[in-house]
């Protein structure tokens, strides 16, 4: 079992960076497939990041691709959201999100634990 707590979040500017961590309790975190999910107000969650066991394959959503990039270090059970070139669309609250099942990774059901969340809000 993991338990996800992230923190990072915050309010910067267009254009600005930011980078969320996702760090998790227990011991077996390099057995768990992780993601980064966001729902921004009035809309569904969805996914924007995953990463494999061992960190070797990443997905991203296309809203995000060339401006996020997700890792992991194993060592520290933290997994990572590095943001750049933010807009106000990325404006959400973010989770970490982990599974020791197979599946696709953007399969919001496919996740056995979930984090609180951490707010991001990029103003214009």
């Known amino acids: 079992q993991v338990q996800p707590v992230e923190s990072g979040g915050g309010l910067v500017q267009t254009g600005d960076s930011l980078r969320l961590s996702c760090a998790t309790s227990g011991r077996t975190f390099s057995s768990y497939k992780m993601a980064w999910f966001r729902q921004a107000p009035g809309k569904e969650r969805e996914f924007v990041a995953g990463i494999s066991r061992s960190g070797g394959t990443t997905y991203y959503a296309d809203s995000v691709k060339g401006r996020f990039t997700i890792s992991r270090d194993n060592a520290k059970n933290t997994v990572y959201l590095q943001m750049n070139s933010l807009k106000p669309e990325d404006t959400a609250v973010y989770c970490c999100?982990?599974?020791?099942?197979?599946?696709?990774?953007?399969?919001?059901?496919?996740?056995?634990?979930w984090g609180q969340g951490t707010q991001v809000t990029v103003s214009s």
């Open positions: 999100a982990a599974t020791s099942r197979a599946g696709s990774y953007a399969n919001t059901f496919g996740y056995d634990y």
